[in-house]
């Protein structure tokens, strides 16, 4: 007999990790394609939100292997904030990866728009 229960929690962690390696390998592309525009703005731009977007994806990872900690019971071991912990270090993730991605944005926007006056 299959464990329904079981089942749903390894497809939907099995979604958080692939969103969190295609987040993290999009990071890594887009520090790599820097090199092609060279140390223009546009580069420059692309390498801040590169960062932003690998916090983003640790971010991901960290939350996936909570979710597969407590359901597996793992924090039975370990103090009880140990999950709270982990969820501050998640939103710090989040928030870093978010800020860093709307700040390199907006300066990559106001630099293009001081160079096209």
Same mark, same amino acid.
């Given at each position: 007999m299959i464990d329904t229960a079981r089942l749903i929690n390894i497809l939907i962690?099995?979604?958080? #990790?692939?969103?969190? #390696? @295609? @987040?993290?390998? @999009?990071?890594?592309?887009?520090a790599e394609l820097t090199r092609k525009f060279g140390t223009g703005i546009l580069a420059d731009g692309f390498r801040k939100n590169s960062i932003g977007v690998f916090c983003i994806g640790l971010g991901i990872v960290i939350d996936a292997a909570n979710s597969y900690l407590q359901i597996n019971n793992f924090?039975? #071991?370990?103090?009880?904030?140990?999950? $709270?912990?982990?969820?501050?270090i998640k939103?710090? #993730?989040?928030? $870093?990866?978010?800020?860093? %991605?709307? %700040?390199?944005?907006?300066?990559?926007?106001?630099?293009i728009e001081s160079l096209i006056k």
């Open positions: 962690e099995s979604g958080s #990790f692939i969103a969190a #390696f @295609a @987040a993290l390998s @999009a990071g890594v592309v887009m924090y039975s #071991f370990l103090p009880n904030y140990a999950p $709270l912990i982990l969820l501050a939103e710090i #993730f989040f928030v $870093l990866g978010t800020y860093i %991605i709307v %700040i390199g944005s907006k300066k990559t926007g106001d630099s």
